[in-house]
């Protein structure tokens, strides 16, 4: 009898595991993406001026994208950012960075990846990059913008983006925000009981690219990071080419009481400005 109970419970087990493997495999693709369609607030019912693009990018599809600029910007000579969001929600919960980069007095275009907001289709790894890299043709090509005037800045899964889309394109800059190294890393974090890395579908691997990148390098993280660990943010820092600079943040991944610092707010306005002593 005890050894009929043991046997039965060796085998609830394995479905269990087998079970929760299949759904890890399957579900994977909402875990990673987590947009929504509604739009919370556009910049103008916030006070803030702004044009309202959408860039083709493949198969016919658009993304939508925000593009806000200070009124006394010298388009000519000052820098641009491209804003690279997280993997839930959609620009318009993102107003809170543009109105901390309008106090830097830098442009900002703010785009949601396919499948979030107003952008058509649906999310994959390869098509959130292309749809980065459309962006960033659009800033040369409809405003004048030159490579160097460029800043990629990422947050969380943004980060992954933002750092994928330097290895493919020059620009003056790249930010990492609270980011990770790669996507089965996080999924050991998360699942540590689980065979992660030959269960899952996306890659991201950052820790892997931000070798390639040549420009300046700015990696910010928290400490207090409640969903990505802080030493991933090390990581990726450690991996990076000079120039670079690691900030320290406060607060848990969705926080931004740190916009306030001043390390952060001069470690910002030096990339943008090109005027970094570790430069």
Not at 12 to 39: C, E, K
Request: charged share 20%; with cysteine.
């Amino acid at each position: 009898m005890v050894k009929r109970m043991f046997v039965l419970l060796i085998i609830a087990v394995g479905v269990f595991f087998l079970g929760f493997a299949a759904y890890l495999y399957f579900a994977q693709g909402r875990m990673v993406f987590m947009p929504t369609r509604h739009l919370a607030v556009t910049p103008s019912e916030a006070g803030i001026p702004f044009e309202n693009v959408y860039v083709e990018v493949d198969h016919g599809e658009r993304v939508n994208a925000w593009y806000i600029e200070p009124l006394t910007f010298d388009r000519n000579e000052g820098p641009v950012v491209l804003f690279c969001h997280g993997n839930a929600g959609n620009i318009s919960h993102r107003l809170e960075t543009v109105e901390f980069l309008m106090k830097m007095r830098a442009p900002v275009l703010l785009f949601d990846y396919r499948g979030y907001g107003r952008s058509d289709g649906h999310p994959t790894e390869e098509g959130v990059y292309a749809d980065a890299e459309a962006c960033y043709e659009w800033l040369i090509e409809k405003k004048g913008y030159r490579p160097d005037q460029i800043v990629v800045f990422g947050r969380s899964l943004g980060g992954a983006v933002a750092v994928e889309l330097a290895t493919r394109v020059s620009c003056r800059g790249l930010i990492v925000e609270s980011s990770f190294t790669s996507a089965p890393d996080m999924g050991r974090k998360m699942f540590p009981f689980f065979p992660v890395s030959s269960l899952i579908k996306f890659h991201f691997d950052s820790i892997d690219r931000i070798g390639k990148v040549t420009c300046p390098v700015l990696v910010t993280h928290s400490p207090d990071d409640d969903l990505v660990p802080y030493e991933m943010g090390q990581k990726l820092y450690a991996a990076a080419n000079s120039p670079k600079k690691f900030v320290e943040l406060t607060g848990g991944h969705n926080g931004r009481e740190y916009f306030g610092f001043s390390t952060y707010r001069m470690a910002m306005k030096e990339l943008l400005d090109g005027t970094a002593k570790w430069w």
